[in-house]
């Protein structure tokens, strides 16, 4: 099993949908966990930190469920510009881990006119 | 503005051949990371620093070496390179705390003929 796994994609959505990003990871002792959008040839970029009480950023909502293992991210009111792949970030401290980043094989949105 | 600079946007190089790829940041980030990117198969761990000189192995180190003589400086080394070695080779860097973001260098795309 994969430390952590994403939603299978495409998604290809019409500008103005909602679209909603599910992520699973296997390492209960994780602690910390996160978003990252990369663009077509760019390099990843934090898009938002996840927390168990749930955090918003304008248009985005992100949600963690620890006692699942699960954490989401919701896009509300899709643009054209937010077609990009969105990778969900886990990681975890213990001895000799030093905040290893663990990264889902990212899930690939187009947003159409 | 922070940074993560990696020497080399492309590269081609023989099979066997020796192959350093640099990796230089300027935040005094303690922890930096090697990944590569293969599509379908997303960011996987190669291997990752969180101090001088300490390095541990991600989820697919074979066939590749790092180093780690300065804080700011993080080396992947591929001893032989070899064919199944061709990839989008991404350099990151963050803090040691828990939830730090990582800042990715643009990446080097490694062709090995």
């Known amino acids: 099993r994969k430390e952590v796994e994403q939603d299978p994609g495409p998604f290809n959505v019409p500008e103005g949908a909602t679209v909603a990003f599910n992520c699973t990871y296997s390492n209960s002792a994780s602690q910390s966990f996160f978003w990252y959008r990369q663009d077509c040839r760019k390099e990843p970029k934090l898009l938002m930190s996840v927390y168990s009480s749930g955090n918003e950023d304008g248009r985005f909502t992100a949600q963690l469920n620890r006692a699942s293992q699960y954490i989401s991210l919701l896009i509300r009111d899709s643009k054209l510009s937010d077609s990009a792949t969105y990778l969900c970030v886990v990681a975890g401290w213990g001895y000799n881990q030093g905040g290893k980043l663990i990264f889902g094989q990212g899930t690939e949105l187009s947003v159409k006119p | 503005d922070v940074k993560v600079t990696q020497s080399s946007r492309y590269l081609v190089k023989r099979t066997g051949e020796k192959v350093f790829l640099e990796c230089v940041q300027d935040m005094d980030h303690e922890n930096m990371f090697w990944y590569r990117q293969d599509p379908g198969l997303g960011l996987r761990l190669i291997y990752f620093?969180?101090?001088?000189?300490?390095?541990e192995k991600g989820d697919i180190p074979e066939g590749y070496s790092v180093s780690r003589e300065k804080k700011e400086r993080f080396s992947l080394i591929l001893e032989s390179a070899s064919t199944n070695q061709t990839s989008m080779y991404l350099c990151?860097?963050?803090?040691?705390?828990?939830?730090?973001?990582?800042?990715f260098g643009q990446g080097t795309r490694l062709t090995v003929v």
């Open positions: 620093s969180y101090d001088v000189k300490m390095k």
């Open positions: 990151a860097s963050s803090q040691l705390q828990v939830g730090s973001e990582a800042f």
